[in-house]
């Protein structure tokens, strides 16, 4: 065994949640948050000023075909210009217009499931990734299956901010002692079911140097050594402002998304990619205040591994 | 002018918001929601229980191609069968599922987007249609547009319950009365900056019947006339269970969806259909509370006329 | 073993090219044309008149959602009215249209790919159906291994005049005795090489009362007991103007598709489906001549398993 | 008007065949091909020996997204893993794969259509752009209307090779004489109702250099001035190894593909674009024989502006 796979062997020994809420489970970490936990969420609301933490959906996005991952490609079915031609067939003046879309399901800001990534054959909780993901899609964990649970306290850790002054760079892995450190700077402590968001300013960087590879490339992010914070703190589910969670290149030799490989199968953990934190992290340095009412419901596609979705954090 | 074409317009006059807001606004309704609206529905989140009012999106969805309407089409690019036949290339025993859609913009629950209705070719706020949404999408009122604001008090009128025993027959068109006797039940009242969620039991029959013409052909649903009601009390938005929001049959001879004609381009009114109502609403008739915190955050795809969205009750 | 398995594994023995043009063969029956064959094919062309045997693809197409087969999504990227408009971009008055489609691959006209169908996990020539087709598509024989080599002498059977008087009814197995008959009846001999088009008058049916049950449903087609003459004709592929080639319901008990499961993987031979015979049917009743020149190039997408085609006959 | 301009105008009125053929006529220069022609050309095939004259349509394509143009996005239904798996629901050891494509129309190999391009609003034959392509597609030239009739003669010119040494650079002009050039050291004629191939060898620059600008990019490419030639030798289509035809940058100062909009509306000439002409250039240079029977049928999607082709060449 590599020194490697030796290392996340030992990683997804240590994080394992498997056949912790049983061995039909289907919800991961997302059973850390009570409905308590939700009442006293709510109470964070105390300004009604709401933030939506997706990217545009559009053929001008970050995709550049790596892995077939491509672009939305939205077309219109009716528009205005066949309203006004008249060419509709509607009586008394009415006209319409529809629209289409062909997008692979993780082209923009989305919840990776817990069908997405598997350790050795094996899918989250210990099943078989046959017995989950098969041509006709992901019968067991389909990102329908936590299609209301996805609310609660939303945290925000800006890493790039208080470590970066701002950005972080490509390839900068940021450590349990850069979380422990940010939120500290921030005056917050992060509690059991939390959605905790880690700003890395990679995002910031692609709005002003043009996409690049920023889905798919070098990139800031969470180091493999984070794995067993993101396990003891047991929060519901983390997201970031880059493609792919983890910093890359990977912490190890020829490694590919090793974080991945424990949090999703052995943690359970709910994976948010590519969301558009800038806006609330503007905000939560003017007030001083990194807690909020986070939703972030996915569209619940039947049998899917991944999943649009438009977070939207109300303070 | 024919009758249905003079009521139309009457009731495009007496309910307009054209200019409202002034000449450049896209938000509609939208405007009626105030920060502090929002720090008062959150207010109502008591117990903590989510209820996810979304339809799957599915190949075996409503949908059967009138309006060149689709049900989605999802495939995967990668599955446990190919992780488990070790073809993908990843190091380490790192295995991965991934998945594309293609899909009408409003196959599902959705919103209606601005740009979505045109009445004698004028979109919202006496726009040209051909000025808003050509083969290029929405520019104007594109769905991304709102991206962040579609939360806050939500209230349930279960006319199926109230008025139907449990179900309304197709072609029953819901007054104004009937939305008043409803609240009454219920003990609530409708406030300005409301997102009204309208049950008529459509869907549970559709669910017991089969789909059949649940999407497109004939329907319980809001009678022409609510439309002062529903521009009188200030509300946010309104969605029901329902493919279409108003009565089908319509209430004119030749008519098709009057009531769209007014509410979107006039009103400037957000309508959301095919909303899952029915766990909410037994919820509600359990413990009588029958208004909550909703979060109904849409797809944010730049130029959409519509969109697929997960709301989000939480009581 | 059922008598149907068994049936099935004594007509793969009997019937099998396994191994016949080598272990790397990705061609099968189409290893059974010449050059020299098309160039005495190439002299059936004495009047210049062509026929082109392909559905359209359409929305208002035959499938109606089996095994996922939707019928083609066909949208614009820019129109006629955009380029009125004035709102495309172009200068000194050019204007233009573009289109996109999501379709399946078998939606219409299409041939089946060698990599299509497999008998007890194995695809054409022995291979393991795994080391043919992952999600990534047909590796080894996708159809772009064919694409210049589908053109030679076609002959049509018109089953459907001959023996159906018109039209054959669904369940009508059209046996050896019945192909030969109607080459007799035609005057007409079929060769190593042939693209055989066999028409049973479904398709006309289909088109008289609407598509039905047309994609998937019952309908007349091949018998099992053909497959002997299929293999010992040594043709180059056969088409019909049905949705799956053989006889629906099949011939034994809870069977399905079992002449696929022997011509595909056994015999590696091309099988045509929702073809449009009708009007060169007509026309060679009319000439008594039921030979021509046959172009049947499928768009090579790589990695396909099934291909749109438009045949294109000349005579 | 600029000189561009009139440039334009000039040449769509020395070279209009509006109205030629009837104010109903959908079918432009094909009109030009005679059944005698096919009768004469079907003679040409004297080795048999065949040319699929197609890109292969798949992601590693040449779109960089340019006008929303994208590379084929094909995904599978089923696979040989899934029936390995045993996870179909098939009887007796049945197996199966099916697959999906999206794609635009225009994304590889292709023809144009007559609705593709527009000149100050009007479309082939003097139509109305309107009135010809909505966002329902192409209802009047739509390529369904010619999809049995692009067969005949086909020549290749080698332009590449004789002109250029083997391939000609971005930017360079093919005029009338260099044709006319090649043609005599080819020692062929260009007749009426030819379907005519001109190699520049961009494209075998793309496959050495990768993809690169090849698809909207510079380019080789017909002079403006050719287009006399293209309407006086009455050829039914010409078809280039490059994406647009014409050479790129435009010969006029701030123009756009001015020849296509002179030969698709004035002309009703057919264009075939990214043509992959290379292997049959290869023969044609080898046993000095450029003329051959051509089958170039387009998939028939209904109301298309742009429709895949797989040419096949036949010596």
Redesign the interface.
């Known amino acids: 065994m ?1 020194d ?2 030796a290392a ?1 062997a030992a990683a997804a020994q240590r994080c394992s949640n498997i056949g912790r809420w049983g061995p039909d489970d289907v919800l991961g970490t997302l059973n850390h948050i ?6 006293a969420a ?2 964070l ?8 933490l ?7 996005g970050p995709q550049r ?1 790596w ?19 008249g ?1 509709q067939g ?17 082209c923009s800001t989305h919840w990776d499931g817990l ?7 094996r ?1 989250w909780n210990g099943r ?11 019968a067991v964990t389909g990102i ?1 299956t936590v ?3 996805i ?1 609660g306290r939303g945290v925000l850790l800006d890493v790039g901010r208080v470590v970066g002054g701002g950005e972080l760079p490509d390839g900068f892995a940021i450590t349990e002692q850069h979380l422990l450190d940010t939120a500290g700077a921030h005056g917050i402590d992060v509690r059991r079911g939390d959605l905790v968001c880690v700003r890395t300013g990679r995002l910031t960087r692609a709005r002003s140097e043009g996409w690049g590879e920023y889905a798919g490339g070098p990139s800031p992010g969470l180091s493999f050594g984070t794995l067993d914070w993101l396990h003891r703190n047991e929060i519901a589910g983390i997201a970031t402002d880059t493609w792919g969670c983890e910093v890359r290149p990977n912490e ?1 030799d ?5 974080l ?2 424990v949090a999703i199968p052995h943690i359970g953990l709910f994976l948010g990619e590519m969301w558009n934190l800038d806006e609330l992290a503007e905000d939560c340095a003017a007030d001083s205040t990194y807690a909020f ?1 986070l ?1 972030a ?10 999943a ?5 954090a ?1 303070k």
Chains 1, 2, 3, 4 share one sequence.
């Open positions: 590599t490697a796979a996340i009570t409905d308590a936990d939700r009442v709510a109470r609301v105390t300004r009604g000023r709401t933030f939506s997706s990217l545009p959906y559009s053929a001008d075909g892995r077939r991952r491509t672009n939305p490609v939205h077309t219109m079915l009716d528009t205005g210009l066949d309203a006004e031609h060419n509607f009586p008394h003046g009415l006209g319409g217009a529809d629209d289409v879309i062909a997008m692979p399901l993780q069908g997405h990534i598997f350790d050795h054959g899918a078989r990734a046959s017995a989950v993901v098969t041509s006709e899609g992901d329908e299609r209301g649970l609310s190890f020829d490694a590919f998304q090793p991945h490989q009412w939703t419901a996915p569209i619940p596609v039947t049998g899917a591994v991944g649009p979705v438009n977070p939207v109300v």
